[in-house]
């Protein structure tokens, strides 16, 4: 990383214990913080909303090598373990990297772009053969606006799956209720893999939740009547959102999490994965981006 790269004076560089550096950003609009490992956007608080908007959990690691627990990690190119190497990291190649720094702009309103790139080297060839260069731009205001573009370097095309992974928090996830995804048929994680259509106008989380909605790209909204509040999770670029609460036993099981953390939090995850991964040909680029908004409740 570039350390004599610019940076205005809502944004610092600041290192951490356990080996790892974050970018610090306080403006007018918004705190945030991003993990230079993983490129990874911790937290997220707009100077408007007395709560955070993302989750991270007390018990994480921040350790070099580690995946931070909560926040927006960034998946690719496979989702959950490698479909024929389980030997290989889980959610794929960049969660644990060192991303590169490019830019840090702050704008008239206060408003702060930062943008970040990721490439393949010797040691992601020999776990995926591809070239690549992914692009991150993550943009912090009153919202939070996150875009991946993948870029594929390689001679022939490949596949891929991706997903920014985000951890969302509410008061209670026993208490908000996640709209937006009737009619639109899922893989159920917790049940094999089961496909199945989803019928609630309102889903409420009552039991461990791992579903991969397919073919959406709808917006989704959690409902949160203990904060007053309704975040709102827009796309583009996505045809699979994926919803995510451990429940008591996974987060008990869970060595970065602690045991009571599940009802602080709901993932919405904005993705293209399963039968909706990415076939990229060479030279091609695909964006992928998510808004997350928060407003009144039902707003």
Not at 29 to 44: D, E, K, L, T
Not at 47 to 58: G, I, K, M, Y
Not at 221 to 229: A, E, G, K, Q, V
């Amino acid at each position: 990383m570039p350390h004599s790269l610019a940076l205005p004076s809502s944004a610092q560089l600041v290192a951490a214990p356990g080996g790892l550096e974050f970018l610090e950003i306080r403006s007018a609009q918004a705190q945030a913080r991003i993990y230079v490992q993983g490129a990874h956007v911790q937290s997220f608080q707009p100077t408007s909303q007395a709560e955070a908007v993302l989750f991270h959990s007390q018990k994480s690691f921040y350790e070099v090598g580690r995946a931070i627990r909560g926040g927006v990690p960034l998946i690719f190119p496979w989702f959950g373990p490698h479909p024929s190497r389980p030997e290989l990291p889980a959610h794929g190649l960049v969660r644990t990297r060192n991303w590169q720094l490019d830019s840090v702009q702050e704008q008239q309103d206060g408003t702060v772009i930062v943008e970040w790139s990721a490439r393949d080297d010797e040691e992601t060839r020999e776990q995926w053969k591809y070239e690549y260069l992914l692009r991150y731009q993550v943009t912090i205001g009153q919202e939070l606006t996150m875009s991946l573009e993948v870029e594929n370097r390689s001679s022939s095309a490949f596949v891929y799956e991706e997903a920014l992974h985000t951890y969302l928090r509410v008061s209670d996830a026993r208490n908000a209720m996640v709209r937006g995804l009737r009619g639109t048929e899922y893989l159920d994680k917790v049940e094999a893999m089961a496909r199945k259509t989803e019928h609630a106008q309102e889903i409420a989380i009552e039991a461990e939740t791992d579903r991969i909605y397919l073919d959406t790209e709808a917006t989704c909204w959690i409902d949160d009547p203990s904060f007053s509040r309704t975040l709102e999770i827009a796309k583009t670029g996505s045809q699979t959102s994926v919803l995510w609460n451990p429940w008591i036993k996974k987060a008990a099981a869970l060595a970065d999490f602690e045991d009571n953390e599940w009802t602080r939090m709901i993932c919405i995850e904005t993705a293209n994965a399963a039968e909706n991964a990415i076939l990229l040909e060479p030279g091609a680029r695909h964006k992928m981006s998510a808004i997350v908004r928060v407003h009144p409740l039902h707003a």
